[in-house]
């Protein structure tokens, strides 16, 4: 890998959000480090070397710590200066009715899975006094997600403890942005088996516009960034919302079966 070029680790970049956020490091001049646990990281390493970049890939369960292990030992001791934690999914249906592997798969890869990488690639980059975390949280976080309720739990941790950390790391060279995009274009609805519900059939954002914000943020060194206009007002109706009106409006869109109503 060409030292020369400064580094960014991008993760869940094998399409949608991870993948333009890949992307934008690329054409910024940053060599990478990518890893999703999908087999199309390989397709989404050729697409990034075309940029002219030094790109190395890993497909792994970033939901263990041996899956965070194995992306830590294809870094190296090589510093790093970005880390864009992206990798995180969804899952659909009432909590009671869904496999409990499965629930624990999305709170280990969204809130585990994502802390251990954070802690090991924050502590260096402390001690460097520079770098930049970009977290990808969610609108989601900011209401109950009835019907999603693991889900919007995870990124509602992910959120807070994005601010949380920026404030720890406020007198450091190290910068912390969470980046809050609404629905988005990816597989995401079908992989969380929400086709069926009205969020899963509604408009979407492009995950290359929601990506730029985030990334715009993060070279700022804002703290966070609500990503699309509705976005941002939903956002503030959430804010002013009891939490209860806010877990009904939330089952009407993601209740199973909704989008047919």
Known sequence: MNNIRPLAVVTGASSGIGYELARLCAEHGFDLVIAADQPSIVEAKQSLEMVGV????????LSSEEGVRELLDLIG??????LCANAGHGLGHGFMDEDWKLARHVIDTNVTGTLFLAHSIGRRMRAADRGRILFTGSIAGLMPGSFQAVYNGSKAFIDSFSFALRNELKDTGVTVTCLMPGPVETEFFERADMLDTKVGQGKKADPAKVAKTGFDAMMKGEGDVVAGFMNKVQAAVAAVTP???????????AEPGSGKQ
Do not use: I
């Open 243 to 253: 939490q209860s009106q806010l877990a009904e409006m939330h089952r009407g869109m």
């Open 77 to 82: 001791d090589v510093p790093v200066d970005v």
């Open 54 to 61: 030094d790109v190395r890939a890993v497909q792994t369960d």
